[in-house]
């Protein structure tokens, strides 16, 4: 919940065991990213009280996916993670980072791409349904 009330759902959340004490304090502390990381990983918690470690890991896995985690946290690091990861492109990664827009002709590009990518999604399903159910329109 954003906004003014997120203290108070915060507070319910930590109070009803649906999160821990970390919660409430981060709704109106700001902690240095380095430092948020460092005691996620000591509590083995992340943000929204997913464990960050599964039990039972061993230690080489267990480091791995501390720092995996930790570089995460870092602004520059995660868009370039996602970067990696095929979720967002080159071109937008730097841009972020060096605080500029892509230019409109290219927004409208991606625009109409995903658009054109819906309408044949929705297409299809429409296909499926008809064939499968002998429904017309």
Known sequence: MPGVYHGL???YDVATGRKDYSALLGSFLTMNPAIAATTQILRNRDWSGKQIIPAGTG???STFL???????QLT????L????EGSKSWKDALATQFDVKLTTA???YDLLQRQRMMQ???AAATARLETKYGIKK
């Open 59 to 61: 230690l080489g896995q």
């Open 81 to 84: 993670q996602r970067t990696a």
């Open 120 to 122: 044949e999604r929705a």
């Open 9 to 11: 759902q915060a507070g």
């Open 76 to 79: 520059p690091v995660q868009g």
């Open 106 to 108: 290219q927004k409208q």
């Open 66 to 72: 501390a720092g995996r985690y930790a570089l995460g």
